[in-house]
């Protein structure tokens, strides 16, 4: 079945996002006996700073944080409630796994009707054009769009498989034998029938409503785009000792050449102008000497450009 065209609009103010940083971590074993795998460094930031800037890069200030009981306050103590970046955030505590699509149950309320936006906490996302992927999707008026990326061990993964034109020909769950080497990245966009057929999903034999199931349905409607992030893009699923190390190494490489920073998020809640240049001057007096000249030089670089 082919995929419907989606009617594309200036970015739409009313989406909602919502961050997933709950589960025990155990791939991590033990450094999350103590501590949430989210809120463990990559580098010089927690894991949960790289996802969130994906949806502040999308445009996206309105965002719900589904964790744990236990770390719940760990996370509030992070970041508050978002104003001082702009941000509207909200915590929901999820009791035990259910499964992705579980999120749009428990957070019925916070969605209230409108698009909505899912990431993984433990995903981060890096590339030159990132900015716009993310802008087309939530400017889609209808439907549903989901990311993949190649891999060279895709049965770890949600797969996708494309026809030649784009168009979606099948989706599978963590298969023995993919049909071929698209894995889905922790990140859908959906729109506003998104809880509606979160309520129509079986749970899977494993006790859990599956997101794969859920973009299913979408595919069935006609109604599911895919974006490819071919070369330029990096993904990695920071929840193994090794990936761990992988993003970490990525972000130190990146900064210390270029000289700018991946997830800075007082840097991007001001280029995304969730706040105001005085705002993040007076944000900047709380911060290390270290944080502040990064920010001033990039206050700079911006004044030059505009003379």
Known sequence: MKNKDHQQLPLRSDYRGILLAGGNGHRLYPLTAAINKHLLPVYDKPMIYYSLSVLMLAGIRTIEIITTRESLPSFKQLLGDGSHIGLTLSYRCQEQPGGLAEAFLLSEDFIQGAPVALMLG?????????TDRLVQATSALSGATIF??????????????LASNGDILSLEEKPQTPRSHLAVVGLYFYDEQVVELAKQLQRS????????????????????????????????????????????????????RQGL???????????????????LLTLMKNLPTCEQKYLHERLQEEAHRVD
Do not use: M
Not at 262 to 276: D, G, M, Q, T, V
């Open 205 to 256: 034999p494993r006790g859990e409503l599956e997101i794969t199931d859920l973009n299913q349905k979408y595919h069935e409607q006609g109604n599911l785009s895919c974006q490819t992030l071919g070369r330029g893009f990096t993904w990695l699923d920071a929840g193994t000792h090794d990936s761990l190390l992988e993003a970490s190494n990525l972000v130190q490489t990146v900064q210390n």
């Open 261 to 279: 920073k991946i997830a800075c998020l007082e840097e991007i809640a001001y280029l995304k102008r969730f706040i105001s240049k005085n705002e």
């Open 122 to 130: 433990d995903n981060l996302l890096y590339g030159n054009g990132l």
């Open 148 to 161: 993949s990326y190649p891999v060279h061990d895709p049965s770890r993964f949600g797969v996708v498989e």
